[in-house]
């Protein structure tokens, strides 16, 4: 989020990249090693799941704050078509409404976004 432009924020996250991946395989081998044998299975489910939802975390974060309501088109192509927009249309426009608070395309909020549940879980652990 200090990041002066745009460029550098692309640098800074092919770093944070290169880290995740190479924490995720010692991140799994250290929670296979300290769980005991008779739970192993539910814990590293448990850690693989939450990369899982954090994924997800960043999609709808970055969906709310880059998703511009004004550059939604529809065609009638046909009525399939036409019907699928007005139902992503719906959806992105309850997805917009619940972060109506969120300036759009604020690259700088949404790495902070991105940045405050490691930070959250840095305090709790």
Do not use: H, K
Not at 87 to 113: C, H, K, Q
């Amino acid at each position: 989020a200090l990041s002066p432009n745009a460029m550098m924020l692309c640098l800074c996250r092919f770093g944070a990249g290169l880290g995740v991946g190479a924490v995720m395989s010692s991140l799994l081998t250290l929670a296979t090693e300290l769980s005991p044998p008779s739970n192993r299975g539910f814990y590293i489910s448990i850690v693989s799941g939450f990369w899982t939802i954090g994924i997800i975390y960043v999609s709808i974060t970055a969906m709310a704050i880059f998703t511009d309501e004004s550059s939604i088109t529809t065609t009638t192509t046909t009525t399939q078509v036409v019907e699928a927009e007005q139902e992503e249309e719906i959806m992105l426009g309850v997805v917009s409404s619940l972060f109506a608070f969120i300036p759009n395309n604020s690259w700088r909020l949404y790495a902070f976004l991105c940045a405050l549940p490691s930070f959250v879980g840095s305090i709790l652990v």
